[in-house]
Antibody, heavy 121, light 107 residues
Framework: EVQLVESGGGLVKPGGSLRLSCAAS????????MNWVRQAPGKGLEWVSS????????IYADSVKGRLTISRDNARNSLYLQMHSLRADDTATYYC??????????????WGRGTMVTVSS | SYEVTQPLSVSVALGQTARITCGGN??????VHWYQQKPGQAPVLVIY???NRPSGIPEGFSGSNSGNTATLTISRVQAGDEADYYC??????????FGGGTKLTVL
């Protein structure tokens, strides 16, 4: 079964750091671009970052540039999001999503269930 | 930066056809994708590249895209179709953009 499972969320103080993980299974992880998408409580979806299969192409939303870093370990079938200088408006559920449609790196065909990050003092 | 606009809510009677729009400047020149999200659940891809339905998505879901408006159409709406729906596009200036979402209510 194709599956993505996020972990690492929690409560963190403003200015703090957190590292999210996403464990992939059921598919050849290294051949797919991966993404982080977040959703603030009661709000819509916001794309955060994308990374290609070999990590050669990485892009970020302007709102997180310089503070969040995406990475992956293909040997461990894992995707990561390192978060620094966290702010209250980073509070959200963070979803890991696979770009699984050939020639369409912006189509997210598989999503995890998400992990909640709360930034509060 | 590129923006896409969705109505906050759409209501439709059971068994009728729902149409949810996604507006943007010359959006017809872009690929539009649609996601369904039910409360407490992760989003699910229902239409990609304007008109394509992933395997497992009912035939009642279809899409179109022309000019400044893309449309998700749900035929013969069921109670289980009640959800939030998001359009998504890629733009070179803002990369990946989601619409604000439309809450579909089935009456």
């Amino acid at each position: 079964e194709v599956q993505l499972v996020e972990s690492g969320g929690g409560l963190v103080k403003p200015g703090g750091s957190l590292r999210l993980s996403c464990a992939a299974s059921g598919f050849t992880f290294r051949t797919y671009s991966m993404n982080w998408v977040r959703q603030a409580p009661g709000k819509g979806l916001e794309w955060v970052s994308s990374i290609s299969g070999n990590s050669g192409h990485i892009i970020y939303a302007d709102s997180v540039k310089g503070r969040l870093t995406i990475s992956r370990d293909n040997a461990r079938n894992s995707l990561y999001l390192q978060m620094h200088s966290l702010r209250a408006d980073d509070t959200a559920t963070y979803y890991c999503a696979r770009a699984g449609v050939p020639d369409s790196p912006d189509v997210f065909d598989i999503w995890g269930r998400g992990t909640m990050v709360t930034v509060s003092s | 930066s590129y923006e896409v606009t969705q109505p906050l809510s759409v209501s439709v009677a059971l068994g009728q056809t729902a149409r949810i729009t996604c507006g943007g400047n010359n959006i017809g020149s872009k690929n539009v994708h649609w996601y369904q999200q039910k409360p407490g659940q992760a989003p699910v891809l229902v239409i990609y590249r304007d008109t394509n339905r992933p395997s497992g998505i009912p035939e009642g879901f279809s899409g179109s895209n022309s000019g400044n408006t893309a449309t998700l159409t749900i035929s013969r709406v069921q109670a289980g179709d009640e959800a939030d729906y998001y359009c998504q596009v890629y733009d070179t200036s803002t990369t990946i953009v989601f619409g604000g979402g439309t809450k579909l209510t089935v009456l």
